[in-house]
């Protein structure tokens, strides 16, 4: 059971997988229509990524002398909300191994720990400012790149596809 | 003004009766049972300004989850309401 607040009519819901069933609303008084209902879930969590979280269906059901619900009012709609993404934090400064202006075969690394967590799978983006020179064929042969999947974007994005689930708050370096 | 049933379910049965005279003492003919309306002749009605959103709206954290809906018919007492979550959550 999950206690609903905000509801002056019900007090408690059942969440059971993806339904949320609410029980034993109290009758009002006063009935006009519309019937506006207010309530809130507690601890659910939102969706992995920043994408709508998908459709949902709302219905009502009316408690007949037999024992048995039977449908009111029905609906389903076909998106909901967009999460915001979360921040990532960067643990140590970037790190050059040949500082020297022009220099080649540079190795970058970078250091960060992620609000939340990146399944298998998932995508690192790496946007580098236009000072620094990719080449497309010796780019990604180093480093991570060179033990994993990158993928170079344009001239000025990598793109490195993670091999394990990396947890919430995980240190990271590419 | 005459309503349907309060939700979509079978009515009991009408009941039509003829009677010769107007005491009703001498019956002429009554309806055989089973003349209702039935579900399968009804829709369900509409809800409106559907809302589901998070208190935090940050990826994958726990939170408040805010719902709000308008029904076109009323909830009786010991009425239920089912909320199929989007996929996402």
């Known amino acids: 059971m999950t206690p609903l607040a905000g509801s002056t009519r019900a007090t408690e819901a059942t969440v059971v997988g993806g339904l949320i069933e609410i029980k034993n609303f109290v009758q009002v008084t006063e009935n006009i229509a519309p019937y506006l209902y207010q309530f809130a879930l507690s601890d659910i969590a939102n969706q992995i990524s920043a994408k709508d979280a998908g459709d949902y269906g709302i219905t009502t059901y009316y408690l007949a002398s037999d024992g048995e619900y039977y449908v009111i009012d029905t609906q389903t709609w076909f998106e909901s909300f967009t999460a915001t993404t979360g921040l990532l934090s960067a643990d140590k400064d970037l790190e050059i191994d040949n500082p020297t202006n022009f220099a080649d075969n540079a190795l970058y690394t970078f250091t960060f720990s992620e609000d939340s967590m990146v399944p298998l799978g998932g995508f690192i983006k790496i946007d580098f400012p236009p000072e620094i020179k990719f080449d497309s064929v010796t780019a990604l042969l180093a480093g991570t790149c060179a033990t994993t999947t990158c993928t170079l974007y344009g001239d000025r994005s990598i793109v490195v596809k993670t091999t394990a689930e990396v947890a919430k708050s995980q240190q990271v370096i590419v | ?89």
Do not use: C, N
């Open chain 2, 1 to 89: 003004m005459i309503t349907t049933q309060k939700a979509v379910k079978d009515s009991d049965d009408f009941s039509l009766e003829i009677w010769k005279d107007e005491d009703m003492t001498m019956a002429i003919a009554v309806l055989e049972p089973g003349v209702k309306i039935y579900a399968t002749s009804l829709s369900p009605g509409f809800l409106y300004s559907l809302e589901i959103y998070p208190l935090i709206t940050t990826v994958q954290v726990s939170s408040l989850l805010y719902i709000t809906f308008e029904s076109e018919h009323t909830l009786y007492q010991g009425a239920k309401i089912v909320i199929r979550l989007p996929g996402g959550l």
